[in-house]
C-alpha cells in the first residue's frame, strides 16, 4: 500500500478549558479527494491549522508527507508547508501589497522558482480561476469571491503533496463554485495531490471520493 500523505492519530485540541475535538484519526492517500463536513464551530478550521503546523493538538500524531509535524521546530513546519502544502484559508490570507499575480507565484518564488516557466504556471491557474486579466490588480481591488479564487491559485501553483482547503467556495455563485472544485478535482487527479476539502456545500461533497464528518468525538463516515 502506498504511504499516505497525510495521517492523523488520535488528536485532542481544546483552547484553554474548552475542548474542541478528540480522537480524530484520518488518512488520505495521494490522490484522494476527501470532503469534510462538520457544525459551524466544531474545530474544522482548527484541525487543518493544526495539519499545517500553525496551531497545535494536546495529543495524537500528525504525519505529513512522511514527517511528524509536532515534532518539528518552526523553520523545519516553515519547510514542510513550503515544499508539500496549499492551503486555501477561510479568511483567503492574500499579502494586500503584493498583486494579485504575485500572491500566486509566492509559492514558487518561496521554492526557488523564477522565470519563465514559472511565470507561465502563474498565468496559467490565474487564467483556469478565471482571473487571467486581473493579475496586475491588488487584492483590496477584488470582490470577495474574487479573492477566494486567488487563494485558490496559489494554493495549487506548486503543485503541492497537500491541498487544505477551508471552505474554498463559501463566497461563490453556484456555477463558479462549480468551476473550482473541477480545477481542485483536475489537479488531484493530474499530479497526485490529496486534497482534504473543508464543505458545507452537498454539491462540493458529493464530488469527492469520501466524505467525512467532523464531531467533538472524532471524525465519522459522512
Ligand atoms: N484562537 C482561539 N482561541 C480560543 N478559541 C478558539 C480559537 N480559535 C477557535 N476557537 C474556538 O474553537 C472552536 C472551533 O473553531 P473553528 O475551528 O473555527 O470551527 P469551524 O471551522 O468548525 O467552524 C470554536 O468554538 C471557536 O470559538
Ligand atoms: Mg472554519
Known amino acids: 500500500m502506498t504511504e499516505p500523505v497525510l495521517q492523523l492519530r488520535g488528536l485532542r485540541k481544546a483552547y484553554a478549558d474548552t475542548p474542541v475535538f478528540d480522537g480524530v484519526s484520518l488518512a488520505l492517500a495521494p490522490g484522494e479527494f476527501v470532503a469534510m463536513l462538520g457544525e459551524s464551530g466544531v474545530g474544522k478550521s482548527t484541525l487543518l491549522n493544526c495539519i499545517a503546523g500553525l496551531d497545535e493538538v494536546d495529543a495524537g500524531d500528525i504525519t505529513l508527507a512522511g514527517h511528524a509535524v509536532r515534532t518539528l521546530a518552526e523553520p523545519e513546519r516553515a519547510r514542510l508547508r513550503r515544499e508539500h502544502l496549499g492551503f486555501v484559508f477561510q479568511a483567503f490570507h492574500l499579502l494586500p501589497h503584493l498583486s494579485v499575480a504575485e500572491n500566486v507565484a509566492l509559492p514558487l518564488r518561496l521554492l526557488g522558482r523564477h522565470g519563465a516557466v514559472a511565470d507561465a504556471a502563474v498565468q496559467a491557474l490565474l487564467a483556469a480561476v478565471g482571473l487571467g486579466a486581473l493579475g496586475g490588480r491588488s487584492p483590496a481591488q477584488l470582490s470577495g469571491g474574487q479573492l477566494q479564487r486567488v487563494a485558490l491559485a496559489r ?62 468525538q472524532g471524525i465519522v463516515p459522512g
Not at 166 to 190: C, F, H, S, W, Y
Not at 195 to 200: D, E, F, K, M, R
Open 155 to 216: 494554493a495549487l501553483v506548486h503543485q503541492p503533496r497537500l491541498v487544505l482547503a477551508d471552505e474554498p467556495t463559501g463566497n461563490l455563485d453556484p456555477a463558479t463554485a462549480e468551476k473550482m472544485i473541477d480545477l481542485l478535482q483536475a489537479q488531484v487527479r493530474a499530479s497526485g495531490t490529496a486534497c482534504l476539502l473543508v464543505t458545507h456545500s452537498a454539491s462540493a461533497a458529493a464530488r469527492a471520493d469520501r466524505v467525512v464528518r467532523l464531531t467533538a
